[in-house]
């Protein structure tokens, strides 16, 4: 007789936060879901066979590569940009200059 296996998401109480642990295939079917648990501070642990593990956290503004401090407006950059025949007409001298031409 054949045993039939059906994938249940269970929950797993850790430092007082509940956490779901899925399977990768029911991520895929239902991923909106999840996206919208994780945006709601629900841990969401997707488990890809065995030994894989991947944990759903919503990226804030402090995950981001470039601090936002450091981003210029568009109309700042624009006003600061110059033409690469701009760049060379100024480097080209300053580089002669230093070879002594």
Known sequence: MPVFRIFVPYWYILNK???LVISSREFRDKQASYFDLADNGEEVLVQRGKN????????SEDD?????EYILAPDEDLARAITAEEL????IPR???LFDK
Not at 52 to 59: E, G, L, R, T
Not at 64 to 68: A, E, G, L, P, S
Not at 88 to 91: F, H, I, T, V, W
């Open 52 to 59: 894989k593990s991947y944990k759903i956290v919503p990226v």
């Open 17 to 19: 936060k509940i956490m």
């Open 88 to 91: 060379l007409s100024r480097l």
């Open 64 to 68: 981001t590569v470039v601090k936002k």
């Open 95 to 97: 580089i002669e200059k």
